[in-house]
């Protein structure tokens, strides 16, 4: 790190490596922000159902931005994306468990995938298809949930980003992201990386805005942006800056987080704070599924799921398998 970039950014601490997420602030332009750099979290996720590459971006992109919106959570609970479409990758769920811990998995339709390639359609948006994006706030047993649903229509999730937070919140936000696979220096294996910045308009005065991410407002009546809002200068500043930013720069494991955001606000003047950590971490567990089984279904519906008199869970997110008798419910009552 050169003094410039230490004095700039009035950082006493080591740059930032993967798996965290950076917050941010551009005060002279009225602008605040995340920064999320992925490696290891996602590559193991994403091998471990061993995706096609396609399907694979698309999720990485999705995991970015759970990371980006999930990390601003000021209370332990679940920030849940959820994607669901007519597309070829039908399905995408990210389970991103506050402060640092983040699931997720595709479903996609293997034909309709082939097709989509072959014709060229290769974009996340035509991969998608046309549906919806659900944005889930879980604060956990005995409180409410909050949920926003925004349409997908042959859009990218950057899109359906950016138009989200102006219909439903109000928030002027512009999101970057990006998924590459990647050889390390003297491992020929690639491995998927992924970064993403997120920046949001959040004037003193003026436009009026929810106060932070879903959650802390209403969340299920979304409001149309005021049609009379005019962009600012400063905004157009932070969010044309932020469009400069090349897919290689966010993904490329030399360039830290702190790096990348001197690059684009060295000018205008950005300061960091601590990076939260992210890791892979599924909630599965032998007890929740034995508990989910013993309470969701009967007897007879146990009995039916048995396949040589056992019950096999298998977690949709991490693949660990769970096994249980159908008659240990029973004894246990």
């Not at 937070?165 to 970057?176: A, G, K, L």
């Not at 990006?178 to 993403?196: N, T």
């Not at 508990?291 to 009995?303: G, I, Q, T, V, W």
Request: glycine fraction near 8%; charged fraction near 25%; charge should be negative.
């Amino acid at each position: 790190m050169t003094e410039n970039l230490l004095s700039t950014l009035g950082l006493d601490r080591p740059e930032t490596g993967d798996d965290a997420v950076v917050p941010f602030t551009l005060e002279n332009l009225d602008t605040r922000g995340r920064s999320v750099r992925l490696g290891q979290a996602l590559d193991t996720i994403l091998k471990r159902h061993d995706y096609p590459a396609p399907v694979a971006r698309l999720l990485g992109e999705a995991i970015a931005l759970a990371a980006l919106i999930g990390s601003s959570l000021k209370f332990d609970g679940r920030f849940i994306l959820q994607t669901q479409t007519d597309g070829p990758v039908n399905l995408i769920v990210v389970d991103f468990d506050a402060p640092d811990g983040v699931r997720a998995y595709a479903r996609f339709d293997e034909a309709e995938l082939e097709a989509a390639l072959a014709g060229g359609r290769n974009q996340p948006g035509a991969l998608l298809g046309s549906g919806h994006m659900a944005m889930t706030i879980d604060q956990g047993e005995h409180m409410e949930r909050y949920q926003g649903i925004v349409a997908l229509d042959g859009n990218s999730l950057e899109e359906v980003a950016h138009t989200y937070f102006m219909q439903s919140e109000q928030i002027p936000t512009q999101v970057r992201l990006a998924v590459a696979e990647l050889s390390r220096k003297g491992d020929p294996v690639p491995h998927w990386r992924a970064g993403g910045v997120l920046i949001q308009h959040l004037p003193e005065h003026g436009m009026a805005v929810m106060p932070d991410l879903p959650g802390d407002g209403n969340f299920d009546n979304p409001h149309t942006a005021d049609p009379d809002f005019v962009e600012p200068d400063s905004w157009t500043r932070a969010r044309t800056l932020l469009s400069t930013i090349e897919d290689a720069e966010l993904a490329d494991p030399a360039v830290s987080p702190e790096q990348l955001l001197y690059r684009l606000y060295h000018e205008t003047g950005v300061r960091v704070f601590e990076p939260t950590p992210i890791e892979e971490r599924c909630t599965c567990s032998l007890e929740r599924i034995e508990d989910m089984l013993r309470n969701s279904f009967s007897s007879e519906e146990r009995a039916e799921m048995a396949v040589d008199g056992e019950i096999e869970v298998v977690c949709e997110f991490c693949s660990s398998a769970y096994h249980f008798n159908p008659h240990q419910f029973e004894t246990s009552n």
